[in-house]
């Protein structure tokens, strides 16, 4: 069974910062793209970001550009989510996904595109 494990969530107040990592230490990331999805109670599972296996392409979805940033660490195979300027709209559950492959879907935001997930690390954002 693949693993892929979500860390650094947590407590912040609107306007702070907050960085998530997940690791997935059984693919090989040349063959992943990896990618962040969030749901919040009684919402559909949305896209947030998604990353090609060489970080030459990225996808973030509206909500959340010019806020947060999606990053790999190949080598330690370690994806991240660098969250700025928190709003309380961002609480949500924060799951990582890897999609076979390397690349990110044309368009993105389809968890189905997906084969791997973590159990999610949760973000709260206080008004």
């Known amino acids: 069974q693949v693993h892929v494990v979500e860390s650094g969530g947590g407590l912040v107040r609107a306007g702070g910062s907050l960085r998530l990592s997940c690791t997935a230490s059984?693919?090989?990331?040349?063959?992943?793209?990896m990618a962040w999805f969030r749901q919040a109670p009684g919402k559909e599972r949305e896209g947030v970001a998604c990353?090609?296996?060489?970080?030459?392409?990225?996808s973030l979805s509206d909500s959340v550009k010019g806020r947060f940033t999606i990053s790999r660490d190949n080598a330690k195979r370690t994806y991240y989510l660098q969250m700025n300027s928190l709003k309380p709209e961002d609480t949500a559950m924060y799951y990582c996904?890897?999609?076979?492959?390397?690349?990110?879907?044309?368009?993105?935001?389809?968890?189905?595109?997906?084969?791997?997930w973590g159990q999610g690390t949760q973000v709260t954002v206080s008004s």
């Open positions: 996904a890897a999609r076979e492959g390397g690349y990110c879907p044309r368009v993105f935001g389809r968890p189905d595109d997906f084969v791997y």
């Open positions: 059984e693919l090989d990331p040349q063959n992943y793209a």
């Open positions: 990353i090609s296996w060489s970080s030459s392409s990225t």
